[in-house]
């Protein structure tokens, strides 16, 4: 992603006075642009959410007239969520208004995954976005109808870029001229990629709930053993569930365990069987050396992503998937 959109620079249209019912000002309280893609020239904020990690479903493709208001494909992803909803003044058009953001998108190096317009989006495109809008974002939901009014006339782009260091962004805009003297629309929906903050929940995994675990289960999962990616070499915050595993094999001496190393599905599979593996064994010999446990007593195997526990489909479940579990012998 170029320097431009981050910095909103947008080459728009110089626009004349507004109509008499567009809004003075911006309504939402509080709310403001995105630094990734301003607004168009002379439209007023009405509408704004931002949520910091979520997983979220962009609209991908057409929808048609099946009674389900279901688009033909949905692009998932997770980060952080913003919408926003404006609208614009009467004398301009749907057309005007998309044209300048996607130029503003083209600029910034962004490659446009989906775009679609009027008939072309399908006859229940615009029934969806009138649903995706909603209410709850908006002040005052008189400003809504922009959305309810324009929902025949609309047009879309989906579009993808990548910043600086690695993460991405993705936008999707929504546009609908104004119809029957009400106002234009233009609905933003941005997810951008970003590591979400952990330690936010902490887990009592001492060593009396692993033995627990294992004598119910037969084997406990340990999500506090921590690698940096695609590493072997044990992170120092690693050390308060070494020292709970350890007081666990300490406590029953007759236990043996293997040290099973688990990753997500991302990936070569064989680098990931052989990373799972390095891993198992780094686990096991710092037990060894750091805590006194007999070597005989670990055995440690790398499965990569051959157990899940939850779907690789996404971030959350692909967290849980990478982990340390010690297993009964």
């Given amino acids: 992603m170029t320097k431009h959109m981050l910095l909103s620079a947008f080459a728009l249209a110089a626009l004349g006075p507004a109509h008499a019912a567009m809004p003075a000002q ?37 929808v048609p007239d099946d009674g389900k208001r279901t688009p033909e494909k949905w692009l998932p992803l997770e980060g952080r969520y913003t919408r926003l909803a404006y609208n614009y003044p009467q004398e301009r058009s749907s057309l005007e208004v998309m044209r300048n953001y996607e130029a503003a998108l083209k600029q910034a190096g962004m490659t446009v995954l989906y775009s679609c317009a009027k008939e072309t989006c399908g006859p229940q495109f615009g029934a969806l976005m009138l649903e995706r809008v909603g209410t709850k974002i908006f002040a005052d939901t008189s400003f809504r109808s922009a959305f309810n009014y324009g929902r025949k006339s609309e047009r879309y782009v989906l579009a993808q870029g990548t910043r600086p260091d690695g993460s991405t962004v993705h936008a999707a805009v929504y546009v609908v001229d104004p119809v029957d003297r009400q106002n234009g629309g233009v609905y933003l929906e941005l997810v951008e990629s970003r590591t979400m903050e952990a330690g936010k929940v902490s887990a009592d995994l001492s060593a009396e709930t692993m033995a627990k675990r294992i004598a119910s289960e037969g084997k406990v999962a340990i999500y506090g053993v921590y690698f940096d990616t695609g590493k072997v070499e044990l992170k120092p915050e690693s050390k308060p569930a070494l020292e709970e595993m350890a007081k666990l094999l300490r406590s029953q001496p007759d236990l043996k365990v293997y040290i099973v190393g688990h990753t997500d599905s991302q990936g070569n599979f064989a680098s990931n069987t052989e990373l799972s593996q390095r891993r ?50």
């Fill in 26 to 62: 911006d309504t939402v309280k509080g709310g403001q642009d995105h630094p990734l893609l301003s607004r168009f020239d002379g439209s007023k904020l009405v509408g704004h959410e931002a949520k910091e990690y979520i997983d979220v479903q962009l609209v991908a493709g057409k």
């Fill in 280 to 329: 198992a064994d780094t686990v096991a010999k710092a037990l060894e050396a750091n805590y006194k446990i007999d070597a005989k007593r670990l055995l440690p195997r790398g499965v990569a992503s051959l157990a899940p526990v939850a779907s690789n489909d996404g971030e959350p479940g692909r967290e849980k998937n990478r982990r340390v579990e010690l297993v009964k012998q």
